[in-house]
């Protein structure tokens, strides 16, 4: 039995890595929040977005998933529900000022609201439902969705940490809040720029 699941883990967590890193929401949003609050306030953030992560891959275990691509009405709501929430995200971004004092009033995300917003997130849907349906044993079903968890879970918190100490690492760059200012609204762009194929098709 392990043996089958030991098999499969090399490929699922190259495939794991490759999702969790590429860009999106989630990372551009985490770069942001090390830029402005350092890693240590950012943790919040991160284990929120692997929290919710590892709700959606439950969810499109036991069915959820495939049964929204099959009824679009549920499937549009979603998607155009989560698309007016994470433009309102960027909205905030791109308007937000990265200075101390604004900052200490803002502050990242908590983990309710980084774990809710994986449920509007487009992508991160179609990164479970790719890793449930690519990786799933028939005659081991749930032992192989624990072991998707677990792969998608480690090596999403390494990629996901990568984007947010690239944002703190650039903290010496950003030494103006024009350059503060400008550096969210790129961040911004882009979030809404990752967003966009996934509603003109």
């Known amino acids: 039995?392990?043996?089958?699941?030991?098999?499969?883990?090399?490929?699922?967590?190259?495939?794991?890595?490759?999702?969790?890193?590429?860009?999106?929401p989630n990372n551009f949003l985490l770069a942001s929040s090390g830029?402005?609050?350092?890693?240590?306030?950012?943790l919040r953030h991160l284990l929120g977005i692997r929290l919710g992560i590892m709700v959606l891959i439950v969810l499109c275990a036991?069915?959820?998933?495939a049964t929204m691509t099959q009824h679009p009405g549920i499937y549009q709501a979603l998607r155009y529900l989560g698309l007016g929430y994470m433009l309102w995200?960027?909205?905030?971004?791109?308007?937000?000022?990265?200075?101390?004092?604004?900052?200490?009033?803002?502050?990242?995300?908590?983990?309710?609201?980084?774990?809710?917003?994986?449920?509007?997130n487009v992508k991160a849907w179609m990164a479970c439902l790719a890793l449930v349906s690519s990786y799933n044993l028939p005659e081991q079903y749930w032992s192989s969705v624990l072991m998707i968890l677990l792969v998608f879970t480690a090596f999403g918190f390494m990629a996901n940490?990568?984007?947010a100490y690239m944002g703190y690492g650039m903290r010496c760059l950003l030494d103006s809040p024009k350059k503060q200012q400008g550096f969210n609204v790129a961040l911004a762009l882009l979030t809404v720029g990752t967003l966009l194929p996934a509603f003109l098709n």
């Open 1 to 24: 039995m392990m043996a089958t699941l030991w098999e499969i883990m090399p490929a699922m967590s190259v495939l794991a890595f490759v999702l969790a890193i590429t860009p999106g």
């Open 35 to 42: 830029a402005q609050f350092g890693m240590k306030r950012s």
């Open 62 to 65: 036991s069915g959820v998933g």
């Open 89 to 120: 995200m960027a909205g905030k971004l791109a308007l937000s000022s990265a200075s101390g004092m604004a900052a200490k009033q803002t502050g990242p995300l908590s983990v309710r609201q980084a774990t809710l917003f994986q449920l509007g």
């Open 161 to 163: 940490s990568l984007w």
